[in-house]
């Protein structure tokens, strides 16, 4: 597991506000791990008419799901409120249109991330040298 990052790096530039993204458990701001609360979240917009809950945990099962998330580079997003709202509902449920803004605000981070790893794979396949056998 990682060391803890500087708490410096955990916050955005000038306007102090924590930045909720995380990579990996050790940066979540959690005193006690009983109390970790986990959701999963899938929306595919060629199907789904909203985000579902596909998955919920707690304790043990939330610190599973963040695992599993962090082996397979699969960044979290760390918001004790909306996690809070999204935990009262049903597995397989929607995201109410209630929490649309908060949900979408995740996404958007997803889709940022998304788009820098593709951004990230061209420019490393452009510039690593091709073997050559003679």
Known sequence: MTPKKNTAS???KNTGKKIKLKKYVSELDLKEKSKLTAAVLK???DKDKAPKIVGLGKGQVAEKILQVAEEHRIPFYEDPSLIDLLSKLEIQS???PQLYNL???VLSFVYKLD???KKKAMVTKKFTPKNKTA
Do not use: S
């Open 94 to 96: 929607e995201v109410p």
């Open 43 to 45: 929306y595919d917009v």
């Open 10 to 12: 955990n916050t955005k």
């Open 115 to 117: 788009r820098l790893a």
């Open 103 to 105: 949900v979408a605000e």
